[in-house]
């Protein structure tokens, strides 16, 4: 039972940080119809970006832990947000309105480049950091097993409820969600009604990586080691989660990735941890082949 | 297209040649970008000083050496391209490649073209298919996972032990030895998992040695994800002690894994910095700013090995060369190496190290 | 309203160096992170390195670059402007496409023979002819039906596999595996079309993504069966109607080289395998080339074209996404057969998803359906990487970023034209 717990706190971490990556996916999906597949790699810079920042505080002898941490998530959240602007810009926009596989390959393509712009700038090696947040509470101790959620396992849950929360908020209340929501229902209607269809886009290309900005942050906080490869495993996941929880949906991509971080967990607890990927793919299939749109998505309106 | 490519094939032709016509080509092959870059550069830093201490010395048979350096990333396929393209550079010698799963299909194309290789990759399976151009010179996964499984059966008596594998070919051969050797001597494993390389989350692997009582871990596979799984064992407060093979001696493990790091064992060569007959030549990695850990020292003796091989048959052909090689007996930083006729090295010694403060050194 | 859009008037100079600073200014964001700063291992620890100078001429690349770069956008989109296109566009590609289809069947007919004593050239223009085969039977999927593959990968495994499989365990030839295999990958390509008929577009893409991604940790993991990470191991090599190519003939028997009293030499054999994938892809060709003119083959496109209009007709969808499913895995596992055979080795790290995206790329970047395309793109992504050797560790950002550019430059392909199978004869057209 302890045991259990425990994994639930580890799928519920990983699944958080699968959720808040998922959402960047979702939103470029739900608003242009594209998969973003450098969404990952965006994920990725911002995990160097916090790398670089720690370091830097380290050699100022910062070490107030929440000024550190405001401060590097201001820094990522800031040049993440410039990599996703760039990206739409000269890989995406070019192509809008071609036909629905050229963006893909662009994105592929982008998505190689980035990874490997990384590597060449910042080296193959893995970045390490020294452990920023350190200990945690015992919330139960058996004689077997105490179970214990860390400080930045919290730190990360609890951000990625107030995000949740605060973007719902955003995309249902503020007159951004509202031209966000008009663009994802028709493009050239909502141009022709004034909004500015472009820089919606390009802020929601720019929302999405200061999300992925966010989990970056966190990744370096809990992990303590990225390298330049970490985009490519936790976009395919996140990737997986949107399409689970129904893609176009933000509730929908934070349940699919919450859902993937525990199968990930429970089974490798309990079954085979080599064939978690195999569950994990496979429960997607089941999913899917008795709803076709995800759990939470709307069901496409085919139009004749 | 297909036009353009006779074209730009021609200029690459004509690059080739040029380079290949002045010298005695030598190359060396492996990761020199990807996961495992920083082994690679190791294998380039030790060739570079050989080549230019050999030259220094006036060469092979009167002539100079010339490096050619292949980049696999670990990747069979590229690995095959690379041999390939080093066939073609007319190379006569061949250190490498590194990762085993690309060793044992570029020696195939290496066997056709006559060329002799040596390599470090550790599979039992690169000497067992009967090629006779492979040298090993270092050990196998079954010998090393002999003394490893041994030292734990040994030192950790009564604590229960875990076999963990990262499915690599290499990872899953060392795990297997290690598993076997702690079986013979009545130990039996608490767990026996697999992880998947290159992910970053090993929280539900730790929960699972905790939930066991896990205290040692013999952990076939790479140290980047031995680096991980210390940081967050001590983080869900487990204290566990690793045993692992020679892709230990990574000084980037230390950087990762922090202090943790201390509670890694590993089995490796002796170390041929402790060698006296090596001392010049360390001195001289470290007048250069390299640290000769790892595969340095490895790769400036697979150099050395052909130096002397080719001086002592007099000739660069591969028949020469191998049956010098196979037959004689060679001096070199890491040791007197002779072969057997798997190609296999003689007496490859592995000992245990642990370590310790940023070094490693003999476990005691 | 959005594309990049060459304006129609000359900008005037301080225009131009406003865009060519503000696109410097962006270049000096996204470099300090990346370029301007660096963390370097300081005996356990990082450091942050600083390289303000190459942040600097980065900046600067990026300010004479786009200078440039905008400069000759504007000659060209005059020259484009005051010439007027003569004939149909649509036809002059097609004239080009059958020109370049003979020059290039010519060139790859001819290139051993030129190359007899290159390995590696033989071994490259080896590489891409399979590359080739894969992206013609991935188009069935892609190009002609229209359903997004990006597990295309799976399929080339199961043939890769079944060869080695039955020739190390059952002593079979290439050429008694070959029809065995591609059935046996023709039946997967099945398994996975039935249950996910229903999903549409980016579902589609993403469930066989997840196909791919099972096969291949099925294939790492189970050891008994496919020898796990270590692969396969000493596949036997094709043999020319049964003579082998080895340095010594078997006993009372003859090897190639002895039966036609040549001397024996490895390139024989390489030689031999690029034409036998030559041939294999010529026959994918013809093959698919027939199939476009049967009915299953215009069904395909019309379902790529509006799937609820071919239900509307009366069309069996189930079958014709099945039979397109079924025919692209079998040609990719024809494909796997020969990367068995070719190799002989093969270990579940050649299959993964990567692969599948540069197969789909090349479909993409040839032009959706475009058989030249395929060799085109195909020729391209293969010898990118391979020039790229001599800039080491550049190779692959080259690699990324062509792709992005070629997209970009142009979007619907290489040799992009959706030439209509069928022309309405122009009498019969009544009021066209």
């Not at chain 2, 550079?89 to 250190?95: C, R």
Request: glycine letters at 10%.
């Amino acid at each position: 039972m302890a045991y259990a717990l425990q994994q639930l706190i580890n799928g519920l971490t990983l699944g958080a940080m699968y959720g808040l990556i998922a959402i960047g996916y979702t939103m470029v999906y739900g608003i242009i119809g594209m998969i973003n597949f450098a969404h990952g790699d965006i994920f990725m810079v911002s995990a160097f970006i916090a790398v670089t920042a720690f370091t830097l505080l380290a050699a100022a002898d910062v070490t107030s832990i929440p000024l550190a941490l405001t401060f590097v998530l201001i820094v990522a959240l800031f040049f993440t947000s410039a990599y996703g602007w760039a990206v739409e810009r000269t890989a995406y926009r070019p192509l809008r309105g071609s036909t629905r596989l050229a963006p893909l390959i662009s994105a592929i393509g982008m998505s190689i480049f980035l990874q490997n712009a990384v590597q060449l700038t910042q080296g193959a090696r893995v970045k390490p950091i020294p452990p920023v947040i350190e200990g945690g509470v015992q919330l139960w101790s058996t004689p077997a097993f105490t179970v214990q959620i860390g400080w930045s396992q919290l730190l990360i849950i609890v951000t990625t409820v107030v995000l949740m929360i605060a973007f719902t908020w955003m995309i249902t209340q503020t007159p951004f969600g509202r031209q966000q929501r008009a663009c994802e229902q028709d493009r050239t209607m909502a141009a022709l009604l004034g909004v500015n269809v472009d820089r919606t886009i390009s802020l929601t290309f720019m929302l999405g990586a200061a999300l992925a900005a966010v989990a970056g942050v966190m990744v370096t906080v809990y992990y303590g080691v990225v390298d330049f490869f970490i985009g490519f495993l936790a976009g395919i996941k996140a990737f997986t989660a949107a399409v689970l929880g129904g893609i176009g949906s933000l509730p929908g991509a934070m349940l699919g990735g919450l859902l993937i971080g525990l199968i990930e967990s429970f089974w490798a607890a309990y079954l085979w941890a080599e064939y978690k990927d195999v569950a994990t793919f496979g429960i997607l299939c089941l999913v899917l082949m008795l709803r076709p749109s995800g759990l939470l998505g709307r069901p496409e309106v085919e139009k004749v | 297209m297909k036009k353009t490519l006779l074209a730009t094939a021609c200029l690459a032709l004509g690059a080739y040649s040029q380079t290949s016509l002045a010298d005695l080509s030598v190359a060396i092959a492996g990761p020199m970008t990807g996961q495992y870059a920083s082994v690679g550069d190791q294998i380039r830093r030790g060739a570079e000083l050989a080549i230019a201490d050999i030259n220094a010395r006036g060469g092979v048979l009167g002539e100079k050496l010339k490096l050619e350096v292949g980049d696999d990333a670990c990747d069979p396929k590229q690995a095959v391209s690379v041999a390939n393209t080093m066939v073609n550079k007319n190379i006569v010698f061949m250190h490498g490649h590194w990762c085993s799963s690309s060793t044992i299909p570029a020696s195939e194309v290496y066997n056709e073209a006559d060329i002799p290789m040596a390599t470090v990759s550790t599979n039992p399976q690169v000497t067992e298919r009967g090629l006779n151009n492979i040298f090993r010179i270092m050990g196998r996964d079954d010998q090393q996972g002999l003394v490893a499984g041994g030292y734990i059966a040994d030192h950790f008596k009564g604590k229960k032990v875990a076999v963990v594998d990262d499915k690599s070919a290499y990872g899953k051969g060392l795990a297997d030895e290690m598993a076997k050797a702690v079986e013979a001597k009545g130990v039996k494993p608490t767990l026996r998992e697999s992880i998947t390389a290159g992910e970053k989350d090993y929280s539900g692997l730790v929960t699972k040695l905790k939930q066991a009582g896990v205290e040692v871990m013999a952990y076939g596979g790479y140290h980047t994800e031995v680096a991980l799984i210390l940081r967050q064992a001590q983080a869900a407060g487990l204290k566990l002690t690793v045993m692992s093979g020679d892709t230990m001696t990574n000084s980037e493990l230390v950087t990762a894994a922090g202090p943790a790091a201390d509670n890694v064992l590993f089995t490796f060569s002796p170390d041929p910095r402790k060698n006296p007959d090596a001392a010049p030549v360390v001195e001289k990695f470290r007048a250069a700013k390299v640290e000769p850990e790892g595969y340095v020292l490895y790769a400036y003796a697979a150099l050395q090995l052909f130096e002397q091989a080719a001086n002592g048959a007099r000739s660069t052909k591969y028949a020469d060369l191998e049956k010098a090689l196979r037959n004689g007996s060679f001096k070199t930083v890491i040791g007197d190496l002779s072969f057997d006729a798997k190609g296999d090295q003689k007496a490859p010694g592995f000992v245990v190290y642990r370590w310790q403060g940023g070094q490693y050194d003999y476990a005691r | 309203m959005s594309t990049v859009v060459f304006a129609a008037h000359g900008m005037t100079p301080a225009e131009r160096l406003r865009d060519a600073g503000w696109i410097a200014f962006v270049a000096f964001i996204l470099g300090v992170p990346l370029i301007g700063l660096t963390t370097v291992d300081v005996g356990g620890r990082l450091a942050v390195n600083t390289r303000f100078g190459l942040l600097a001429a980065a900046v600067a690349v990026a300010f004479g670059g786009r200078l440039a770069l905008r400069w000759a956008f504007d000659r060209l989109a005059a020259r484009k402007a005051s010439r007027q296109r003569a004939g149909s566009a649509i036809s002059r590609t097609q004239t080009i496409a059958n020109v370049l289809g003979w020059i290039a069947l010519g060139a790859a007919v001819a290139l051993p023979i030129a190359f007899s004593d290159n390995r590696y050239v033989v071994d490259t223009a080896t590489t891409v002819l399979i590359y080739v085969m894969l992206g013609w039977g991935l188009n069935v999927v892609v190009g002609l039906a229209g359903l997004l593959d990006l597990g295309y990968v799976a399929f080339y495994a199961v043939g890769a596999y079944a060869y080695a499989l039955l020739s190390t365990q059952y002593g079979w030839s290439f050429w008694e595996a070959l029809p065995v295999a591609g059935a046996i990958a023709a039946g997967f390509g099945i398994l996975l079309g039935y249950p996910i008929l229903r999903l549409r577009g980016d579902y589609l893409a993403i469930v066989t993504l997840g196909f791919g991604e099972i096969i291949r940790v099925i294939l790492v993991n189970w050891t008994e069966f496919s020898g796990g990470p270590n692969g396969i191991g000493s596949i036997p090599r094709p043999s020319f109607f049964g003579l082998a190519f080895t340095r010594s003939a078997p006993e009372g028997g003859h090897s190639f080289a002895s039966f036609f009293g040549l001397e024996f030499s490895a390139m024989h054999r390489l030689i031999f395998l690029y034409y036998l994938i030559l041939v294999l892809a010529l026959l994918t060709h013809a093959f698919v080339s027939r199939l476009r003119k049967l009915p299953v083959g215009r069904a395909w496109e019309a379902l790529r074209e509006d799937e609820i209009a071919c239900k509307a007709m009366g069309m069996n969808t189930t079958h014709i996404k099945l039979s397109a499913f079924a025919i692209g895995a079998m040609l990719g596992g024809f494909a796997g057969v020969f990367f068995a055979a070719r190799q002989g080795f093969v270990s579940p790290e050649s299959f993964v998803f990567t692969e599948s995206a540069i197969i789909l790329a090349i479909v993409v970047l040839g032009g959706m359906g475009s058989q030249m395309g395929v060799v085109l793109a195909a020729t391209l992504l293969v010898l990118i990487p391979e020039f790229g050797r001599n800039f080491a560790e550049y190779r692959m950002l080259l690699f990324g970023l062509a792709m992005v550019l070629i997209m970009v430059w142009r979007p619907g392909g290489l040799l992009a034209h959706r030439e209509p199978t069928l022309r309405l004869a122009k009498a019969a057209g009544g009021e066209q």
